[in-house]
């Protein structure tokens, strides 16, 4: 890559190694099941998930919305956070496609909804009501910088779920984020939940695709959503080659990631017109203050001059996300550029 591109984990390329296996991957037609590759994904990413079966899906959009359309009827309520991904920037799909209520809570700064609200929220038996049907969760938290949300937490909502018969989902775009920086598998932070979504395409830099993970009931009839949606891909086993070097080996060195947005934040917050969170993955979220030297506008302008790409969206400041082809080098640049604008 030649800009230093911040701005998300999906603005990742595919390794070498990837690009060669996509090349060499044996495929077959994968709406007749016969893609030997897509197989291997599933079957892998199922066993990561603790689940009993995976399903390729083209995005992780996909498969939140194969998931909730697959749990969930017309009318039906999910509760979930007010900040999470399939509420703000999945195009309202849910109610678009599905007739799904949202239900939104609050989602803390450390990216849970509160239990008591929750509890709240679940409908009586009333003809007055929508029925409730699901709980969605997100971990890591995009807006809320990135953090991972415990297993503890998951736990003790997957029993207020079940209590209630209701499902429980999980955005885990960055489940792997979330269960290295907390260092126990991934599996052990889905276990409470009914489905998980997961991207192969962000940090673990898979050129394109998520799993759905859950039983094989389940599976089996997300799978006919999928088709639904117009997601059933034929010779795909040439997108999950990459899938599988992914979850083979991508997933432990999230942790230099993690490392490197530690360092560039630290080295942001010396720069005193920038107010910076120490990041608890590999999401920056910071904040510069109204006097300083230039708009937002403008840095995010003289800072792409300088070949560096960060995200920024208005009330919510801006936003820098490490990934494989940010490098130690990269973060030195990158901290020279924002030096060059604001202090200089
Ligand atoms: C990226 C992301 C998704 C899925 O995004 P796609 O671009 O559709 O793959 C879902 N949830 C969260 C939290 C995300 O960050």
Redesign the pocket.
Known sequence: MNTIDLR?D?VTWPTPEMREAMARAEVGDDVYGEDPTVNRLQELAAQRMGKEAGLFVP??????LAALLTHCNRGDEAILGDL???YL??GGAMSALGGIQPRTLANQVDGTIDLGEIELAIRGDDVHYPITRLIAL?N???RRNGVPLSAEYIQSVGNLAKQHGLMLHI?G??IFNAAVALGIPASKLVAAANSV?F?L??GLCAPVG?VLCGSHEFIHKATRVRKQLGGGMRQAGILAAAGIISLEKMVDRLAEDHTRAKALAEGLSEISSLEVPEPATNIIRFQMAEDAKVTPEELTSKLNDQGVRIGYGGYWGFRAVTHYWIDDAAVEKTLAAFHKVLTD
Do not use: F
Request: overall charge negative; some cysteine.
């Open positions: 998300s999906t995005s992780g959009a996909m498969g939140n999470s991904h399939p920037y999945e997100e890591t938290h995009n955005d775009a960055r979504t991207c395409s962000k998520s």
